[in-house]
């Protein structure tokens, strides 16, 4: 292990030197940052010193929703509630190569419930930037590992009003930690993106213990037609309305050694600590107000049921298995946008008796007032849920949500 952290810390600081003698160094903070977790339409609301030597922005977004939910078996109800209200301050200090991001959470769906021994889940992310050109970005703090595509843009860009079934199960969140991003991107040739990091593999805001365990993401995306206008692998669907068509094939790899929790940065602490391997494929294409997506998400582990050596009959267990997302939609000129999505996800065989197999489709409709940053949008989504016993339950719901911010 000393090894490896010797030569990661190599690898790390001779590409910082060698990025260092290429010309074109960063001189205003356009915050073309590939791991900043925050769609972005303007600037929110900056401050820069006279001097020039610091820059602060300030930023918010609230979603508020109503749904009603039937679930077989239960007496129908609704919710209302706040289901993320997020602040966000980022800029530059001395000079803009050196920038950072802060990101808090208030609603109770971000924080979680307060238990006895547990943090406070207040902050997303606190993470310091060193971007010394165009095509190099370190990273020290919190914020999102390169994962998924879905996990990576920000819940604020959006076309439905939350993430995938399988993104709940299979994502790898976020984590403290190194990240080391090489980016090439051209409009007009073919690009590409090489995203590293090395991290705790706890998830966010953990201080119970320390070990020997750390997790290794590596992900490659590549753009054979060129790269999307104004960033747009980072928020679904065309709203730029792509002139030439648009493709980004990507692949990712974690894997998280001696993991104390479920779903690696997620879940209810195991009884025993267990190493996860997780593999994600995204395709990502656009034009002319068309958007598809469809990704592909699978977790494995060796032994998944850990018992409680106090009382063998509890237990928990390493959410093992794969999952599919497809996800079309268009955009009409007037900013109303049509969306469906299917998913499917497939519990592995070592824990098939513990939680069933699931199906989901959703439709939805969104009203774009101001890009992903006001909008109205509107869903229903069905659920099959296939049991080991060979039982099924179907639950459904319809859901309105407001999306407010800066």
Known sequence: MKAFYTSFFILFFTSICFSQV???????????????????????????????????????????????????GEDAAYSGEIRRLRLRFDGYVGNPMFSYVIQLSFAPGDVGEIEEGENVNIIRDAAVFY?????????????????????????????????????????????????????NEDLNTFSYNVKTAISTGEGRNWTKSADDGVALTAKLEVMPLGAFERDGTNFEGDLVREKKPKLLLSGAFHQNNWARREQGQLGQDLFEQRTMKSVFLDALFKYQGWSF??????????????????????????????????????IFRTNYEVIGRFSTQKVHSDIKALTPDTKQFTLGVTKYLWEHAFKIQAEVTYSQLDFFTGNTADNWYARVQLEFGI
């Not at 925050?38 to 030597?53: E, H, M, V």
């Not at 749904?67 to 077989?72: G, H």
């Not at 018992?307 to 509890?314: A, G």
């Open 293 to 330: 997506m469809s990704t592909y998400m699978s977790r494995s582990a060796e032994n998944p049921i850990t018992f409680n050596p106090e009382d063998i009959l509890e237990s928990n267990f390493v959410y093992v298995g794969d999952g599919m997302d497809y996800q079309l939609s268009y």
């Open 131 to 183: 971007r010394p050109n165009k095509h190099w970005n370190f990273l020290f703090g919190q914020t999102k590992l390169p994962g998924n595509r879905q996990r990576i843009n920000s819940s604020g860009a959006l076309q439905l009003t939350d993430r995938s079934i399988n993104n709940a199960r299979f994502n790898i969140d976020r984590d403290f930690g190194f990240q080391a991003y090489y980016l």
């Open 22 to 72: 290429e010309k074109d160094t960063i001189t205003t903070n356009d915050l073309r940052l590939a791991a900043l977790p925050y769609y972005s339409y303007g600037k929110g609301l900056g401050i820069t010193s006279a001097d020039s030597l610091f820059q602060l922005n300030i930023r918010f977004r609230m979603q508020n929703r109503v749904t009603y939910f039937e679930n077989e």
